[in-house]
């Protein structure tokens, strides 16, 4: 295990419907992210929270919503989505970057496999 | 931004042999390029990563070589065993201060017994 926790493993959900997904690392980093992973395309890059703050949105559209209460927690609170936003969304934690100019590695957890239907 | 393109994006070999990965990208700022290997039903996990300071890294069976000049860094694994079969990703980061990883594409590699 990596240490990067995330709920649900699986998550089935209408296109009406709310749900959200929880990431939460007990590793002591300060930085967490959100990666969306589908078929044959490189990992995207959703969000980044560096100390609790949004410090990057890769232009995501705002049917997706993170918040990250703290450093150990992040979500991913997900309304109106669109049967191709089927995918396996990552949650990823690492040190702050370049402290000291060493960039720091990142943990991921093991996914939500979500399908809208 | 960055663009990291990865080849091959399927690689059979024989138990024993060697495989070998390859990566490009594009912002020449880019300092750290992490590999992960991505088994089935769970998320990426890191098995090697190599800075700019360096040309190569290794890691017993495993091996990461970096040419900044022609922008592409490899993957190596020698004596490929079955648990070696997964789906590789290479990521590049990268200007100082920045938080992005980009990744490739991944290579789907099957070790036959």
């Known amino acids: 295990e990596t240490g990067v926790t995330q709920t649900p493993r699986h998550l089935v959900m209408g296109m009406t419907n709310k749900k959200s997904l929880k990431c939460e690392q007990h590793?002591?980093?300060?930085?967490m992210y959100w990666y969306k992973q589908s078929a044959k395309k490189p990992l995207e890059l959703m969000f980044v929270y560096n100390f609790k703050e949004q410090t990057e949105n890769n232009s995501v559209p705002s049917r997706f919503s993170p918040e990250c209460p703290n450093s150990s927690h992040l979500f991913l609170h997900l309304h109106t989505l669109q049967p191709e936003d089927s995918a396996l969304y990552l949650c990823?934690?690492?040190?702050?970057?370049?402290?000291?100019?060493?960039?720091?590695?990142?943990?991921f957890g093991q996914g939500t496999r979500l399908t809208v239907v | 931004g960055e663009n990291v393109e990865q080849h091959p994006s399927t690689l059979s070999v024989q138990e024993g042999d060697s495989a070998v990965i390859k990566c490009t990208y594009s912002?020449?700022?880019?300092?750290?390029f992490p590999w992960y290997k991505q088994e089935l039903g769970k998320g990426p996990q890191l098995i090697i990563d190599?800075?700019?300071?360096?040309g190569e890294k290794k890691d017993q069976r495993i091996a990461v070589t970096l040419n900044k000049t022609a922008k592409h860094f490899s993957l190596h694994i020698t004596e490929t065993q079955p648990e070696d079969s997964a789906v590789y990703f290479c990521?590049?980061?990268?200007?100082?201060?920045?938080?992005?990883?980009?990744f490739g594409t991944g290579t789907r590699l099957t070790v036959i017994p």
């Open positions: 990521a590049a980061r990268g200007q100082t201060g920045a938080n992005n990883l980009f």
């Open positions: 190599i800075r700019s300071n360096v």
């Open positions: 990823a934690s690492s040190q702050d970057q370049w402290v000291g100019g060493i960039p720091a590695e990142a943990f």
């Open positions: 912002d020449s700022a880019s300092n750290y």
């Open positions: 590793l002591g980093h300060n930085a």
